[in-house]
């Protein structure tokens, strides 16, 4: 058996197991309601054509391109429907099980706890249903398959992970071996959209569904294949959910992100970081971290310096209570939030006290009565000995939906699919489905928020309604932008339509700080000797010979020497000089000429750590938390702004940092003071000089 495709043999023989004592579980649980297959007696007709708009629910403020065109994905609001010829494919007659591929992972990988947690689900809902009968008196059968996800591999996972070749192509292999060695009727699975999109590639050629109930990637049903089933909802619903909850409901308009660098981390946020943008509010600071870190005070140190009044927290559960332990042992008070893998009783137990008000979207509301969900955890309980939670819940579901569609359609893989495609609405122990053209669940999700070490679940909806004006997260200070509680507890905020027009955004706004490494006295010992300036602009040379032939050049500025980079030539030659001069010759800061110059040496000053004046009206220089900018008129003189560095540098020596701190300090240099965002207090031109 080849490493990383299949199970390893001792967790095989546990899940074998574990299946032996199926029937005398399932005869023990509580009564279950007949289930009659209906062995494909009447099969569904393919789905019908029908528009669902606007497309997952968008609202319009945050729908993209709305103001400019039409927004790509109204190419998703009609069913793609299959029109091949599989649906003439004869039912076989001598099979003597239906198998259904399991993909997902369940050891060797970082999400192997939700893999399992995954299977129990699915295995709970097929045991069952053979209780019942099966397929005719067939068994329904698991076809067991372990999602390697070598992604990231020995670099993070160690040598439990191997790297050999054949692992890259895991996922591919997996899913050709369920579609053509163990003629499985359908594929369910995976946690990973990777592996999701890789079987989904099989699957179009194979002709197979896939049905998922873990997978949140957006992209996944928009492939426009029209073998795949999805019932979590996506990312851009969870996203766009938060961001009406953040910046509509709670009125919050600097957001920080601290994210894992997995996929899942990187893929789905960009759905938040648009509407974010849409909405006025572009997110002020992303960080991330790897899977398996539990040390964060470096990111969180960044994040503090951005001063955001929200942050966002998108990775698993124990990552996410290690956070808030640390974030709040920083003294850092701000709301925060999270993705639906943030939240649930690992949360509680770990993050304790710090998790006192934390809000994360879920799929649906595991806290209510009524009897259908009671039992399912009653039985689920006995069988597994854990409570289920979001993984679990929606395998069982979604295997159900998976079950009821094979008995409908019959052993024929095409009539599956038109039985998946089929259902609009679907109502499982976990909630009622509905589902858009794309086969994928758009039902609201419900905002989960910590308090007193349980939580409570509201449905949270995309759209803009009048809702209560924002409450003060339990156990926080209230939101400086919104009246108390008890002031407004009667009170709704008014309609979004008589808000204003254009949305009012403060990044940038109160400048920024830096908080990177310093450098040691060796490294400022290269700053000795002379004085370097660059001075960069159109037509820096002559600039440059101008001023040194001012009779007060060595006068005022013996010590220094001005090395000039024409922005007239090709940007990739000028970057190189300027490279040049701030790595090689220890520049210690930039004049820029005009308005491109500021921008291009701005990107470069970020990296190399020194200060930019910059001689430009452009305004938008000093809006990106770039502590390094400083801007002055476009009228300046550049023998004023060198006037200007010569004052700043007099009282912070040859050492860039320190420049940038009495720059940044407000103190008067030559007339002239800076903002902690680096615009000028005094608008004036500065004289003339030397």
Request: with cysteine; hydrophobic share 40%.
């Amino acid at each position: 058996m080849r490493t990383g495709s299949r199970f390893t043999a001792p967790l095989l023989a546990v899940l074998f197991i574990c299946s032996l004592f199926a029937a005398a579980s399932a005869t023990a649980q509580s009564p279950q309601p007949t289930r009659i297959c209906e062995c494909g007696k009447n099969p569904p007709p393919p789905p019908r054509d029908r528009e669902v708009t606007p497309y997952a629910g968008e609202p319009e403020d945050m729908r993209p391109y709305s103001k400019f065109a039409a927004p790509y994905d109204t190419n998703y609001t009609h069913p793609n429907i299959y029109m091949g010829a599989a649906r003439d494919i004869p039912v076989p007659r001598d099979i003597t099980e239906v198998r259904i591929g399991f993909f997902g992972p369940i050891e060797h990988n970082s999400e192997s706890v939700l893999g399992i947690r995954m299977l129990h689900g699915a295995q709970l809902a097929v045991e069952e249903a053979n209780a019942a009968g099966g397929y005719g008196g067939k068994p329904f059968k698991l076809m067991l398959h372990n999602d390697y996800n070598n992604w990231q591999a020995k670099a993070v996972y160690g040598d439990v992970r191997p790297t050999e070749s054949a692992i890259w192509g895991s996922a591919s292999d997996e899913a050709v071996k369920m579609a053509y060695d163990e003629q499985v009727w359908a594929i369910f699975g995976s946690i990973s959209s990777e592996s999701t999109h890789i079987a989904l590639r099989v699957a179009l050629r194979a002709e197979l569904p896939v049905v998922s109930s873990a997978n949140t990637d957006p992209t996944v049903p928009e492939t426009s294949i029209p073998w795949y089933f999805g019932t979590m909802q996506d990312d851009r619903e969870q996203y766009l959910t938060l961001a009406r909850r953040i910046y509509t409901e709670l009125g919050l308009k600097r957001v920080a992100v601290l994210r894992s660098s997995s996929r899942y981390g990187r893929f789905g946020l960009g759905k938040f970081l648009d509407a974010s943008r849409r909405l006025g509010h572009p997110v002020v600071m992303e960080q991330i971290f790897q899977p398996g870190d539990t040390d964060y005070a470096r990111q969180l140190r960044v994040i503090r310096s951005s001063r955001p009044d929200a942050i966002l927290l998108v990775g698993d559960e124990l990552e996410a209570a290690t956070i808030l332990k640390q974030l709040r042992a920083e003294g850092m008070k701000q709301r925060t939030f999270g993705a639906f893998r943030t939240l649930g009783d690992t949360l509680l137990k770990e993050g304790g006290d710090a998790a006192e008000g934390f809000e994360a979207v879920y799929p649906y509301d595991p806290t209510r009565q009524d009897p259908r969900w009671l039992d399912f955890n009653q039985r689920f309980e006995a069988r597994f000995h854990e409570k289920p939670e979001q993984f679990a819940s929606m395998a069982y579901d979604t295997m159900n939906a998976l079950l009821d569609s094979i008995c409908k359609a019959g052993l024929n893989r095409a009539r599956i699919h038109d039985a998946l495609a089929n259902i609009e609405e679907y109502d499982g122990v976990t909630m009622h489905m509905v589902f858009d053209p794309n086969l994928k669940n758009t039902a609201p999700l419900y905002l989960g928020t910590v308090h007193n070490g349980s939580i409570t679940y509201r449905i949270a909806r995309m759209d803009k309604t009048p809702l209560p004006v924002a409450e003060t997260a339990p156990g926080l200070q209230p939101n400086r932008t919104q009246p108390t509680p008890a002031t407004t507890s009667a009170k709704t905020l008014p309609p979004t339509s008589q808000a204003p027009a254009t949305p009012y955004a403060r990044v940038g706004e109160d400048g920024g700080t830096f908080e990177g490494p310093r450098r040691t006295p060796a490294q400022l010992s290269e700053f000795n000797g002379p004085v370097r300036i660059v001075v960069f602009g159109p037509g820096a040379d002559s600039v440059v010979a101008s001023i040194q032939g001012n009779a007060n050049w060595q006068t005022l500025f013996a010590s220094w020497q001005l090395l000039p980079v024409s922005s007239n030539q090709n940007w990739g030659a000028a970057s190189t000089a300027l490279v040049h001069d701030l790595m090689d010759q220890h520049a210690i800061a930039i004049l820029a000429l005009d308005r491109d110059s500021a921008h291009l040496g701005e990107q470069l000053a970020l990296k190399a750590f020194v200060p930019v004046v910059a001689l430009a009206d452009d305004r938008s220089l000093t809006t990106n938390n770039v502590p390094w900018i400083f801007r002055l008129p476009a009228s300046t003189t550049p023998s004023s702004g060198l006037m200007l560095l010569r004052s700043a540098e007099r009282a912070s020596g040859p050492n860039p940092e320190r420049l940038r701190e009495v720059l940044a300090s407000g103190a008067n240099l030559s007339g002239v003071s800076f903002l902690s965002t680096g615009e000028p207090r005094a608008q004036g031109p500065m004289p003339a000089r030397p």
